[in-house]
T-cell receptor, first 114, second 114 residues
């Protein structure tokens, strides 16, 4: 069975500071990994995804994530936080099985302060 | 394209009442999903469908039923609502396997059961 662990349910950073949101996964098969963002009162929007190939993945809004198989991690980073980045972020893993089911982490709420 | 739409956006029910949530997608996706989102628990899969006329149970199916009579629509039913079903419900859709499993989400339905 797959699982996703997101360390830290709340993260607060200053505007302009580095954003680091942690995600570790477990999967019995090579996984597909995703980061989704949810702005208040909205649905989820895909930030970036790793399927195969290059392990450093770039997404929208300046975010990127690196797949590290040896550490079973897929941490999300952004060099400089902006106020508009305040949202909830979800890491998810897919088992590449027939139904493309996603298993989500519990989410990390990012607060950006002046 | 409208993407994934959900009806209604908000609903308040009394315990024991029934209701149906409608999800529609205009992207010709094969797979459709219903999730519920609860604080601190991320998104959990209720039911999913891999094609018209087929449905399957997810992680938390009890108390819910679904139907996929048309490819573009996926209905979620609550036969006898309970306060434990107070949640935000999200519908999602994706292409068949081989399209990197990206799921597209609707804006959500906020349901309160009194």
């Amino acid at each position: 069975a797959q699982s996703v662990t997101q360390l830290g349910s709340h993260v607060s950073v200053s505007e302009g500071a580095l954003v680091l949101l942690r995600c570790n996964y477990s999967s019995s098969v090579p996984p597909y990994l995703f980061w989704y963002v949810q702005y208040p009162n909205q649905g989820l929007q895909l930030l970036l995804k790793y399927t195969t190939g290059a392990t450093l993945v770039k997404g929208i809004n300046g975010f990127e994530a690196e797949f590290k198989k040896s550490e079973t991690s897929f941490h999300l980073t952004k060099p400089s936080a902006h106020m508009s980045d305040a949202a909830e972020y979800f890491c998810a893993v897919s088992d590449t099985g027939t139904a493309s089911k996603l298993t989500f982490g519990t989410g990390t709420r990012l607060q950006v302060t002046l | 394209n409208a993407g994934v739409t959900q009806t209604p956006k908000f609903r308040v029910l009394k315990t024991g009442q029934s209701m149906t949530l409608l999800c529609a997608q205009d992207m010709n996706h094969e797979y459709m999903y219903w999730y519920r989102q609860d604080p601190g628990m991320g998104l959990r899969l209720i039911h999913y469908s891999v094609g018209e006329g087929t449905t399957a149970k997810g992680e938390v199916p009890d108390g819910y039923n679904v139907s996929r009579l048309k490819k573009q629509n996926f209905l979620l039913g609550l036969e006898s609502a309970a306060p434990s079903q107070t949640s935000v419900y999200f519908c999602a859709s994706s292409y068949v396997l081989g399209q990197n499993n990206e799921q597209f989400f609707g804006p959500g339905t906020r349901l309160t059961v009194l």
